[in-house]
């Protein structure tokens, strides 16, 4: 079993709709999560970061955190044909960049 | 902002070649990374790197080497090249206590 799961996708929304993306892992260490954004053909670029439980909001991304499920979401709200991309999970127990364990990613595509 | 740059984009390699990938970081950070990306499989770390000359080996480093000779710079070395190492390779790079920033990536195909 992998210790970040992370379903795959592809996922289809049409522009405006609300998107969740989701991963669950099994190491209850964990207390930095990260996700990132990846555009075709590009490397992965930060776009929300939290630590430990609860909920952080950027403009129309929130990052939710919920240790006792060992689960963690990204809400896109107004989703903009702009968010087509992979959206990675990145969590880690440290802190540190060299213990990241990345999820396998989520394929999103916003439809105009 | 902090850019890391890669050599190249899109590389292809016969079996049994030396594989040079570049990387460089232009934020004076002190870790630098490579990893590996496939599909399903998500990001492997190969080898880590915390200061010029240091290097640690990540989850999967069987077939490459590393090398840092400058703060700035970190190559990933494929001795041998062989099929199961076509991949999206990704290096980055971060300061003490930071999230790693990524460069653009070279796909590389071994023929």
């Known amino acids: 079993q992998k210790e970040v799961e992370q379903d795959p996708g592809p996922l289809s929304v049409p522009e405006g709709a609300i998107v969740s993306l989701n991963c669950t892992y099994s190491?209850?260490?964990?207390?930095?999560f990260m996700w990132y954004r990846q555009y075709s053909r590009k490397g992965p670029e930060l776009l929300m970061y939290t630590y430990s439980s609860g909920n952080k909001e950027d403009g129309r991304f929130t990052a939710q955190v919920d240790k006792s499920s060992k689960y963690i979401s990204l809400f896109i709200r107004d989703s903009q044909p702009s968010d087509s991309a992979t959206y990675l999970c990145a969590m880690s127990y440290s802190g540190s960049a060299r213990q990241l364990t990345f999820g396998s990613g989520t394929q999103l595509t916003v439809l105009p | 902002d902090v850019k890391v740059t890669q050599s190249s984009r899109y590389l292809v390699k016969r079996t049994g070649e030396k594989v040079f990938l570049e990387c460089v970081q232009d934020m004076d950070h002190e870790n630098m990374f490579w990893y590996r990306q496939d599909p399903g499989l998500g990001l492997r770390l190969i080898y880590f790197s915390y200061d010029v000359k240091m290097k640690e080996k990540g989850d999967i480093p069987e077939g490459y080497s590393v090398s840092r000779e400058k703060k700035e710079r970190f190559s990933l070395i494929l001795e041998s090249a062989s099929t199961n190492q076509t991949s999206m390779y990704l290096c980055a790079s971060s300061g003490t206590g930071d999230t790693p920033y990524f460069g653009p990536g070279t796909r590389l195909t071994v023929t």
């Open positions: 190491n209850s260490a964990f207390q930095y």
